[in-house]
């Protein structure tokens, strides 16, 4: 089992800047896609950046290329959305989750295995 625990949420002005941060602990295994995803109220749940574990390599969704950035720091078994420029369609409760490596999946909630328990990002205008 892994353990995924965000943080860093919060209210922030459009034009802002917030890093969420995604500590993972357990059976943690370093061919993972950590991925982060979001919701807002009435919408699906849609993915929002990934990271393959070994190899460093990032994935974004449209919407947020240019202003969101995912990286991990390997030593600490965490992972981080730095999310600039906000805007208030960037309100929802974001969710890390991690799933082993497998070549395609990683914009796909469903192949997750493991999921944080959300924060919520308030963008206000």
């Known amino acids: 089992q892994v353990q995924l625990v965000e943080s860093g949420g919060g209210l922030v002005q459009a034009g802002g800047s917030l890093r969420l941060s995604c500590v993972a602990s357990?059976?943690?295994?370093?061919?993972?896609?950590m991925g982060w995803f979001r919701q807002a109220p009435g919408k699906e749940r849609e993915f929002v950046a990934a990271?393959?574990?070994?190899?460093?390599?990032?994935y974004y969704a449209e919407s947020v290329k240019g202003r969101f950035t995912i990286s991990r720091d390997n030593a600490k078994n965490t992972g981080y959305l730095q999310m600039n420029s906000l805007a208030p369609e960037d309100t929802a409760v974001y969710y890390c989750?991690?799933?082993?490596?497998?070549?395609?999946?990683?914009?796909?909630?469903?192949?997750?295995?493991?999921w944080g328990q959300g924060t919520q990002v308030t963008v206000s205008s």
């Open positions: 989750a991690a799933h082993l490596w497998r070549s395609g999946t990683y914009p796909q909630d469903r192949f997750y295995d493991y």
């Open positions: 357990g059976r943690t295994n370093i061919n993972y896609f």
């Open positions: 990271i393959r574990w070994i190899t460093t390599n990032t």
